[in-house]
């Protein structure tokens, strides 16, 4: 089974700009949520998707945002890009099971320079 | 709220030793996961185990096992046999299992290891 996908890998933009990442789940996997890293506020939830519907949403400006398709292929946006949006933006899948035990996985993420 | 405390330094280990990667949590809730990944240079997060909160036993994968002492709130890694390509960085999360939040991971700050040949 093909693992989470995530294009592009790698991006440059400038300040102002805006972006848009994708993310394709593992076959199967309903839920997709998206996590910002950086070296000095390490891993953080951004929001997830679930049937087309953001269920879960992290502490972000409305700059971040995202959706997700029928097919369960969820992009992200961000717009009016500032210098500390340079992270490594990292896509999970999961089953979506009820409870603490559903796990996610990841895709390779996608590498973010604003410059 | 939940969280996550990864304090160690970064760690070395001698090639097919064994070495114990240490994590504490706190939640108010009784029902939760801790799961643990691997983020080698490339960037991807590669998910290694899972305890639940209610599991009897410490969980195994391989070469990997939980220590998981819930009075203490700890939940440590141990790699058994370490090989080079176990170089990387590790994150401890977890999950509680409150509706409508049970899809958000909570992450340490991770801890790097460093296998010596």
């Known amino acids: 089974k093909a693992g989470v996908t995530q294009t592009p890998r790698y991006l440059i933009k400038t300040r102002g700009q805006q972006v848009t990442l994708s993310c394709s789940p593992i076959?199967?996997?309903?839920?997709v949520s998206w996590y910002q890293q950086t070296p000095g506020q390490g891993l953080q939830f951004l929001f997830e998707?679930?049937?087309?519907?953001?269920?879960n949403k992290g502490n972000f400006p409305g700059r971040f945002s995202g959706r997700q398709f029928s097919n369960s292929r969820s992009e992200m946006n961000v717009s009016t890009l500032e210098l500390g949006d340079s992270a490594l933006y990292l896509c999970a899948s999961s089953l979506a099971v009820k409870g603490a035990s559903d796990t996610q996985y990841f895709g390779p993420g996608t590498r973010l320079t604003v410059l | 709220a939940q969280k996550i405390t990864q304090t160690q330094p970064g760690m070395f280990v001698q090639e097919k030793e064994a070495v114990t990667l240490d994590c504490t949590y706190d939640?108010?809730?009784?029902?939760?996961?801790l799961f643990w990944y691997k983020q080698p240079s490339s960037g991807e997060m590669i998910f290694l185990i899972y305890q639940g909160s209610y599991d009897q036993q410490n969980a195994t994968e391989g070469r990997y096992s939980l220590n998981f002492q819930k009075a203490r709130k700890s939940a440590n890694l141990v790699i058994s046999a370490s090989q080079l390509g176990d170089s990387a960085m590790y994150f401890c999360a977890m999950r509680d299992a409150i509706t409508g939040a049970n899809s958000k991971l909570t992450f340490g700050k991770g801890i790097t290891l460093s296998v010596r040949p």
């Open positions: 076959s199967g996997h309903r839920s």
């Open positions: 998707y679930f049937s087309e519907t953001q269920r």
């Open positions: 939640t108010s809730d009784p029902s939760y996961g």
